[in-house]
């Protein structure tokens, strides 16, 4: 199937994309995924990755230019000469020329100039190793400052994103700014699939709760979910769920799931204060 996509400052990114923290050597699962439709795929130094990814990509057949490759550089190198060769590590384990996303991974606990960092990431795309910059794990105050002195324009914010979570205010501050909201975690790493609101839902729509959790993110304009399975079934599940549309209320009870405690991915001493 043909995902949609959406655009950002010249960047078209795949409305669903695909996860691979925690798949590790995933040469074969990354494959099947790009066989079955997906056409952006989601990796980073940081969760070992990206070696199975480029396998994965040349596996499938799927050509390089069909593909929307996202990496990220972690928060131990953002110093400038560590960026550098952080990337160049990383296409080296892809075996790409070149990625469509570079993102930070994380904001600095170091005190390194945000100005220095993002000199770095805009060189990357000046030597044609990125196509475009982002960010992840970045408040609004940090993507304010990131935007101020990055000499490249950023395209996508990646932040989780859930049923679980509230991100209303980051969610408006990226409309604003014409910024792509890409949705980490967009299942809560499974954690609401017992929920009776969005079984309900899910019955009601002939769908499972994954879908819905999937469809109410693509029905917020900017947002493009990047769910992670090792399972085929659930792969080509997550892929089809733009053949539904949710009301209103349901859209509302959804928004009415979100919860204090909501939040999954908060590594205590990395995490800046959320808003
Ligand atoms: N930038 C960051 O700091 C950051 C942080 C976290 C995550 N991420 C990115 O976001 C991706 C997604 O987040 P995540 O991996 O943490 O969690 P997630 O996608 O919310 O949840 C993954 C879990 O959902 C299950 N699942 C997937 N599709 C399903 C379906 N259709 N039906 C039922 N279960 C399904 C998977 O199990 P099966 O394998 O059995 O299907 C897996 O256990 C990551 O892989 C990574 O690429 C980025």
């Known amino acids: 199937m043909m995902v949609p996509e959406l655009s950002a400052h010249g960047a078209v990114i795949p409305r669903i994309g695909f996860g691979t923290s925690q798949l590790g050597d995933c040469g074969e699962i ?38 929307f490759l996202t990496t990220k550089v972690s928060h131990e190198y953002l110093r400038a000469a560590d960026f550098a ?22 904001p600095t606990i170091d005190n390194i100039p945000l100005a220095e960092t993002m000199g770095a990431l ?49 969610l408006a501050y990226c409309r604003s700014k014409g910024l792509i909201f890409m949705a980490y975690c967009p299942l809560a790493r499974g ?52 053949n539904f549309s949710l009301t209103d209320d349901e859209m509302k009870r959804i928004y009415a799931l979100k919860r204090p405690d909501g939040r999954i991915a908060n590594p205590a001493g990395r995490a800046p204060e959320w808003d």
């Open 191 to 242: 954690r609401m699939f017992n929920d009776p609101v969005l079984s309900e839902i899910a019955r009601g729509n002939g769908k499972t709760i994954a879908q819905v959790a999937l469809r109410w993110l693509l029905q917020q304009e900017i947002v493009a979910p990047i769910p992670r399975s090792s399972n085929p079934r659930h792969m080509a599940e997550s892929l089809d769920v733009f």
């Open 30 to 67: 990354v494959a099947t995924a790009l066989k079955l439709g997906y056409r952006h795929v989601d990796t980073a130094w940081k969760y070992g990755s990206e070696q199975g990814v480029g396998e994965g990509i040349r596996l499938s057949g799927v050509p390089r230019k069909d593909i």
């Open 122 to 170: 805009a060189k990357a795309k000046r030597e044609g190793k990125t196509r475009h910059v982002g960010v992840a794990n970045f408040n609004i105050a940090l993507i304010e400052e990131a935007m101020r002195l990055c000499p490249e324009p950023l395209v996508t914010l990646q932040a989780e994103y859930h049923p679980y979570l509230d991100q209303s205010k980051v």
């Open 85 to 106: 060769r952080s990337v160049d590590e990383s296409l080296k384990r892809l075996q790409v020329d070149y990625v469509d996303a570079l993102l930070v991974h994380w």
